[in-house]
């Protein structure tokens, strides 16, 4: 079977720094996704990650660790229009999407 | 610019009445995805065209069909709504690297179904 986890809520602070984890458990695993949603919208695609580390893209960051089966997505100098939904998506035959985390930006 | 066109953005039906929910795109892909989302939960995949390859889901009710006559276009096709499938629809579409599920999807902007 197949379980990602997230935590559904998280709150910050407007120019701070938040980390939102994602912990997996898959039967094959070939990357691990990030997708941002802003309320009624698409998915729009953030970061790739295949092999461990992190890659660094702007003010996002997104980490893996394969033999953990964990991943963190960084959000620096947060903005208000952060406030959106972060979906981890495991990358098998198919993508396999957490439920993801409702992150909240407030001035 | 390139992208993934849903019709309409909103649809409205009723219990047991027919809908075609449409997706289109301009990248060129070859897979096309449908996807049912419901309020705070994850996509959930119903099925995917590679080219003209159909692969449904082993959980998709046969509710649900899809049609894809040519590269540009997709259907999703529910027979006879429930309440239960009001969702949010989802349609993505990749372009296969020969790397099989690390090929990024786009989404499309998504087809609010309300069931009366």
């Known amino acids: 079977g197949q379980n990602i986890d997230q935590p559904t809520e998280m709150t910050a602070t407007e120019g701070a720094i938040v980390q939102i984890n994602c912990t997996y458990q898959?039967?094959?695993?070939?990357?691990l996704f990030w997708y941002q949603q802003h309320a009624g919208e698409a998915p729009t695609f953030l970061s790739y990650n295949v092999l461990d580390g992190l890659e660094e893209k702007g003010r996002f960051s997104s980490f893996l660790s394969r033999s953990k089966g964990y991943s963190y997505l960084l959000l620096k100098e947060l903005q208000m229009k952060d406030s959106a939904s972060y979906l981890c998506?495991?990358?098998?035959?198919?993508?396999?999407f957490g439920t993801g985390t409702r992150l909240q930006v407030f001035p | 610019d390139a992208m993934v066109i849903q019709n309409p953005r909103y649809q409205v039906t009723q219990f047991g009445k027919p809908v075609t929910l449409s997706c289109s795109q301009t990248l060129n892909h070859n897979v096309m995805y449908w996807y049912q989302q419901k309020s705070s939960q994850a996509p959930k995949l119903l099925f995917h065209?590679?080219?003209?390859?159909?692969?449904n889901e082993a959980d998709t009710p046969d509710n649900f069909q899809s049609r894809r006559p040519n590269t540009s276009f997709c259907f999703l096709d529910i027979r006879s709504p429930g309440l239960g499938d009001a969702a949010m629809y989802l349609c993505?579409?990749?372009?296969?690297?020969?790397?099989?599920?690390?090929?990024?999807?786009?989404f499309g902007p998504g087809t609010r179904l309300t069931v009366l």
């Open positions: 998506a495991v990358s098998r035959d198919k993508l396999i």
């Open positions: 898959t039967s094959g695993f070939n990357g």
């Open positions: 993505a579409t990749s372009k296969t690297s020969g790397r099989p599920g690390a090929d990024t999807q786009y």
């Open positions: 065209y590679y080219d003209k390859d159909f692969n």
